[in-house]
């Protein structure tokens, strides 16, 4: 893998699998891209623009584009992916009967799968009888698609329990604008950046609501400790939380209209119904889906997160956003503790 030129397949096209494409592309290697829609893989063949996803980015001829998950994953020695996580098994399952043994395996998607409660490192082991450490790895951070895309510096964190696996990849797929820092801590990386859309879900209803600063300053803060404490009681290291694919994530996320996740929430803060909100959009919120895993792994552990309760109960139970922040502030006073 190293410097060298080697295949790279991502799956899935949306405006992130299409930038890890290009990311891919601009680190020298031959990268093919899975297409779902046939209509955008048709476009992308003649156009090399996104334009469902990621309209007046234009993207390097060299990029292969396929519908075919065979052809995406056969013979490559790494392949990213990008699909939704309520997609990720399936996909994975398919892709598994191509890969080769040796692939390295890298996932940058960021939830938690509902129906079972599992990360995508989880579903990886449970699904891949051949699982070895060395073969897997998370890419998490804060890193819109459009801004990456447009080759504005960003820098992400790379997380395999085997290091070497994670410094091969860091490697591999950095750029001169695409910077790549290595961990060991899969589970605080996965987590990190699965519940920090939750928490921008609640930082857009505290902007749909019209407050300021204060109250987004003080949401983010208080939402860092919850995340910390559901990541310690699953063994991630707290450190890991402090940086890109914890904090780096969560303050990009909870200050962008750029954040669908923010954007969902602050239409609710106005008042709006989440249905209509999803009928609009044409890419997946994450943490509409991630609010709900998170709350229920909440209550099974027995783990304080009174902002995540919050935000669940005003996406599935309709309780009222103004409600909802007058009750986290008029819980009991208590001492500032993680």
């Known amino acids: ?11 899935g096209a949306g405006s992130w699998g299409t930038t890890l494409a290009a990311v891919a592309k601009d680190s020298g290697h031959d ?22 996803y990621l309209p007046d980015i234009e993207i390097g001829k060299e990029i ?5 998950i065979k052809e995406a994953v056969e013979e490559k020695k790494i392949i990213l992916w990008v699909t939704p996580v309520k997609n990720f098994r399936e996909m994975f399952k398919k892709g598994l009967e191509f890969s080769s043994p040796d692939t390295v395996h ?17 579903i990886v082991e449970e699904t891949n009888s051949d699982f070895s450490e060395k073969g897997f790895a998370m890419l998490s951070g804060p890193s819109f698609a459009k801004e990456t895309s447009q080759k504005m510096p960003t820098a992400v964190v790379v997380a395999s329990r085997d290091i070497e696996t994670a410094k091969a990849v860091q490697r591999a797929i950095a750029t001169p604008y695409f910077r790549i820092y290595t961990s060991e801590d899969v589970v605080g990386v996965e987590l990190g950046g699965a519940l920090k859309n939750v ?3 609640a930082s857009g209803i505290v902007e749909g609501l019209g407050f ?16 910390i404490r559901l990541g310690k009681f699953f063994g991630a290291k707290k450190r890991t939380f402090a940086g890109l694919s914890g904090m780096g994530d969560l303050v990009l996320t909870c200050t962008s209209s750029l954040s669908r996740n923010f954007s969902v929430g602050k239409e609710l803060g106005k008042g709006r119904r989440l249905s209509e909100i999803l009928e609009e959009m044409n890419m997946v919120a994450e943490g509409v889906y991630t609010t709900r895993a998170a709350q229920a792994l909440s209550e099974k552990h027995g783990v304080k997160m009174p902002i995540v309760n919050e935000v669940y109960k005003i ?4 309780k009222q956003p103004n409600l909802a922040v007058n009750d986290l502030m008029s819980r009991k006073l208590t001492n500032e503790t993680i």
């Open 1 to 11: 893998m190293e410097n060298n030129t080697c295949k790279i397949g991502v799956v």
């Open 31 to 52: 990268v093919t891209l899975w297409v779902y829609e046939q209509e955008l893989l048709e476009i992308l063949d003649k156009k090399h623009c996104n334009t469902f």
């Open 64 to 68: 292969r584009f396929t519908g075919s």
């Open 106 to 122: 890298v996932c940058a998607s960021k939830g938690i799968e509902n129906n079972s409660l599992e990360r995508i490192s989880q």
């Open 199 to 201: 928490i921008a879900v």
């Open 212 to 227: 300021g600063n204060n109250t987004r300053a003080a949401l983010i803060t208080r939402g860092l400790a919850e995340i």
């Open 315 to 318: 996406l599935f139970e309709d």
